[in-house]
């Protein structure tokens, strides 16, 4: 719960404008925020999710399911970095954690 609501409050912390150029300048699709963080908007809408049952190396447990989104929203085109996450949130969580690394399949 903690960490849901930490991410909630990253992403709204840094969904604002960014201070070398004006909102009005920017194209609605994607915006710069104060700590130089390019973000997409995610248009509301529906889709399909998952993989259909002829793709090859299709897992037993995923299947297709239609998803809609109801409000548009922005997100983050590249990972949060650890120094980003330190100036928003001001914390370092991840300290004294072990690394977790999955195989790719």
């Known amino acids: 719960m903690k960490t849901q609501l ?3 409050l ?3 912390l840094i969904a604002v404008g ?5 909102q009005s300048e ?3 699709e994607s915006i710069t ?3 130089c963080m390019k973000l997409n908007v995610i248009l509301a809408g529906a889709f399909m999710m998952g993989s259909p049952e002829t793709e090859e ?3 037993d447990d995923e299947f297709q399911h239609k998803v809609t989104i109801s409000k548009a929203f922005y997100m983050q085109t590249t990972e949060v970095t650890q120094g980003k996450w330190t100036a928003v949130m001001g914390t370092a969580s ?3 954690q072990p690394i977790m690394i999955r ?3």
Not at 18 to 22: A, E, G, I, P
């Open 94 to 96: 991840w300290k004294g």
């Open 18 to 22: 960014c201070d070398d150029s004006s």
């Open 26 to 28: 920017q194209s609605l």
């Open 6 to 8: 930490g991410l909630l």
């Open 103 to 105: 195989p790719l399949k």
């Open 10 to 12: 990253l992403v709204l």
């Open 57 to 59: 190396h299709r897992d």
């Open 33 to 35: 925020n104060t700590i």
